[in-house]
């Protein structure tokens, strides 16, 4: 349930867009943990606040897979993965997993936490994750653009990532 | 000699000066617990939880306790996959490894009124194995195995993890029970030679992943081993600093003593297990074998059947709960 113990490259934007199938703003609604070959895997269903990139269908609401959780007197901790407390809104990027449900592209990498501001007249913000592990900057590639998608959102007012997602998707999955 | 006597009244003048203590915190070091951290934040020397963090966790679903995790044994064992990896042959990988468990259990504690001496815990690394997966068994042996990833690595980021420890715990007491490390080598990992400027140094890795699996958690101080962020070409992370002494040391201290929440213990303490290496319900070598008695049993279809099961159960839960106002969660076949 926790998240405590990997080392991660720290994912590009590039990347981060390429590899999701959707992205949305969602509030978790009610998590239910069980065992997979050995493991303890949480499903997290969500409400698409707002759906803002790519297909997630016509429900309102998916089923997020993620690693790590708690039955009955077993717990698992599974540090990096993305950590959806109810009633607490994310940006999520997202990616088909088994059956329907949905993993978080990059693990915790993919998941932007919505902050109010202390004063209310002011937007939401998305931050970055710290439930990501440890993180190594990634190697850098000739030619390719190496900004990091935590950097790219961080701090960034709900809208406007809103849009610049919503942008840069059409040029990540044109082809 | 140390006494609980002596614990308890460090325990209260800790606590007494505990808020004001804070504010001034120079130790970072920081402890695995049960309930995981808000992602919105972030350890630092002020503190490795929010403010609020108990209600947090009572908050989620199913609620939950921020219980620091713990080794109970003097012993916990480790073993290594038997095929290791192309990049890091099985002899490598036993030598790297002990060498990184060793800078843990070899430090020397200076813990004021409780004394000083070696951290109260050793590993034993039981040997190779061939279970090349992640799993824990209530009902059969289990390994805390070392596993290499070569060719494709099994979870849903393989571009971008490295290395992965999973902790199994009790969620009542942070008792650890099980655990186990990934590493995924179909990146590549500079294990011996020159480090390159922009190479991911082995050692450094583990020596990181090693705190993990005794139960630290990151650290606010950039400079420990047990810090969120490695730099490339460096080896910094191999050597320990006087924060991840202090944060192993706090775990198992010199007495043998386990601190564990008052919830656990009324003194807050609870003493080691004799030392015993041997996994919880037995050692073997071999993956748990599917026991056909329920939906967790160990097949290549698994996740797709749970998450079937797991939504036609919410469906249905979902719709009770709508009539008759919320329930507990469902919980699984293997515990």
Redesign the interface.
């Known amino acids: ?11 590009t934007w590039d ?1 981060l867009l390429r ?1 999701s199938d959707a992205a949305a703003i969602v509030t ?1 609604v ?12 949480t ?1 997290t ?1 969500v409400h698409v606040d707002r759906a803002i990139a790519g297909e997630l269908g016509a429900s309102g609401e998916r ?1 997020v ?1 993620t ?2 959780g ?11 993965e ?2 959806l ?4 809104s ?1 940006l999520l990027f997202l ?1 088909a ?5 949905l ?7 993919g ?1 932007f ?1 919505v ?1 109010a501001d202390v004063d209310p007249a002011k937007p939401a913000r998305l ?1 970055r ?9 990634p ?2 590639v000739a030619g390719a653009t190496s900004r990091l998608a935590a950097d790219v959102l961080h701090g960034r007012v709900v809208e406007e990532a809103a849009g610049d997602i919503a942008a840069a998707w059409s040029r990540a999955h044109a082809d | 000699m140390r006494t609980d006597a002596v614990r308890a009244a460090v325990a209260c003048v800790a606590a007494l000066f505990a808020s004001s203590a804070a504010e001034n915190e120079a130790r970072a070091s920081c402890r ?12 630092s020397p002020a503190g490795c939880q929010p403010a609020d963090f108990a209600t ?1 966790c009572a ?4 609620p ?1 306790q921020a219980l620091p ?1 713990w080794w109970r044994n003097a012993c916990v064992s480790y073993d290594i996959q038997r095929d290791a990896s192309r990049q890091v042959p099985y002899e490598t990988a036993v030598q790297s490894f002990a060498a990184a468990f060793s800078k843990w259990t070899g430090v020397t504690c200076s813990d004021g009124a409780l004394g000083s001496g070696p951290a109260s815990v050793s590993v034993t690394n039981l040997g190779p194995v061939e279970c090349d ?6 009902d059969q042996g289990n390994q805390h195995v070392i596993i290499f990833h070569d060719d494709s690595w099994p ?3 393989p ?14 007491t942070g008792e650890i ?1 099980d655990a186990d490390m990934e590493i995924n080598s179909t ?1 590549p990992l500079t294990v011996s030679g020159p480090l390159p400027a ?1 190479g ?1 140094d082995f050692m450094s ?1 583990i020596t ?2 090693t705190g ?2 005794f139960g630290m ?2 650290s606010g101080d950039d400079l420990a081993t047990m ?6 070409g460096t080896t910094t992370m191999r050597k320990l600093t006087a924060d991840d002494v202090t944060g192993i040391c706090s775990i198992y201290p010199p007495d043998g003593m386990r601190e564990v929440a008052m919830s656990v213990a009324a003194s807050g303490t609870i003493p080691e297990d004799a030392c015993d290496p041997t996994p919880r319900h037995g050692f073997q070598s071999q ?2 074998q599917p026991d056909g008695k ?6 290549g279809d ?10 036609a ?2 469906l249905i839960a ?1 719709t009770r709960r709508r009539r008759r106002g919320p329930r507990s ?7």
């Open positions: 349930m926790d998240a405590r113990a990997s080392v991660s490259i720290a994912v990347t590899e978790p009610e998590a239910r943990s069980v065992w997979e070959a050995g493991r303890i895997y499903y269903r089923w897979r690693m790590g708690v039955v009955g007197k077993i717990g698992q901790l599974v540090e990096g993305a950590v407390a109810v009633g607490r994310s990616r997993g088994p059956a329907g449900t993993d978080v592209t990059a693990r915790g990498q998941q936490p902050v931050v994750s710290n439930a990501t592990g440890a993180l190594l900057p190697r850098a | 695995t617990t049960t309930c995981p951290l808000p992602p919105e934040f972030s350890p947090y908050s989620l679903d199913p939950s995790v997966q992640v799993q824990y068994n209530s979870y849903n980021d571009n971008n993890t490295l290395g992965l420890t999973t902790i199994t715990f009790n969620p009542d029970y990146q922009d991911y890795i990181h992943e993990h699996f958690a990151h810090f969120a962020h490695y730099i490339p993956c748990a329920g939906c967790a049993a160990a097949d698994g996740g797709a059947r749970s998450a079937a099961l797991v939504a159960a919410a979902g969660s469902v919980a699984g076949a293997r515990i």
